[in-house]
């Protein structure tokens, strides 16, 4: 990799050009210094030859189809956007458009009744479901190396949540797609590290949002603001 390409990384999330006019939304579009688009190509013709695979086609193509069944009355012009299904009910649907009969669910413990809800409703759709919990095993902490002060319960034998186990158990159960459920950060990392099985995720943990960690990133000029200016270089006061 020269300097330059280590100075200038790809940045599409600093895009200053609006939606409409971008090269990648529209071919007589634009692109600012780091768009991928532009300056990438290798990369790109790499990645769109991946998709002449079969598997890879059939699955991509299912994909984009959902996508577009997410939205409601598609035919009236001009065309705003009505999305109309649930990110549950859009899993179920993508399974089911590639065939899958049986699902796996990795869960966090502590999203036991929720893991119970979601295994219902796939069900309910005529899937098979194998769900492995993240502290299956009871392996402890002192694997890992965990010493008392840092574990959340002290004086105890700790057991560690274990996403390999997770995914080598679902692997051995054979399953078709797995489902992710509220795995905490790292530990989900690592469930794909260790799956060659599809996966998608349902949810994910956020301890202090009810598990909808966009809420910190929708009030951080506001509420969180604490998270976007951790350091306190913007202290002024939100009058809420």
């Not at 579009?29 to 769109?48: D, F, I, M, S």
């Not at 809420?215 to 509420?223: F, G």
Request: aromatic letters at 10%.
């Amino acid at each position: 990799m020269t300097d330059e390409k280590k100075k200038m990384p790809s940045s599409c999330a600093s895009c200053k050009v609006e939606i409409p006019q971008r090269i990648c939304f529209s071919d007589q579009g634009e692109g600012h210094k780091g768009c991928p688009t532009l300056t990438r190509k290798a990369v790109l013709k790499e990645a769109n030859k991946e998709y002449e695979a079969k598997d890879v086609h059939t699955f991509a193509y299912n994909a984009s189809l959902q996508e577009a069944e997410c939205y409601a009355n598609r035919d009236q012009q001009p065309y705003i956007m009505q999305p109309c299904k649930t990110r549950i009910v859009e899993i179920c649907e993508f399974a089911m458009k590639m065939g899958y009969k049986r699902l796996g669910l990795a869960f966090c413990l502590g999203m036991t009744k929720e893991a119970k809800i979601v295994e219902e409703i796939l069900k309910g759709y005529g899937f098979e479901v194998a769900s492995v919990c993240c502290k299956a095993g009871n392996s402890s902490k002192d694997i890992i190396g965990i010493s008392e002060d840092e574990k959340i319960y002290k004086g105890t034998d700790e057991a560690m949540c274990n996403p390999i186990f997770q995914a080598k158990a679902l692997t051995y159960e054979q399953v078709d797609f797995n489902i992710l459920l509220g795995l905490c950060v790292g530990h989900d990392s690592l469930f794909l590290k260790f799956t060659d099985i599809p996966t998608t995720v349902l949810a994910v943990k956020d301890r202090v949002t009810g598990h909808n960690p966009l809420a910190a990133i929708y009030n951080a000029d506001s509420y969180y603001k604490k998270v976007r200016f951790p350091d306190g270089s913007d202290a002024a006061e939100f009058p809420g």
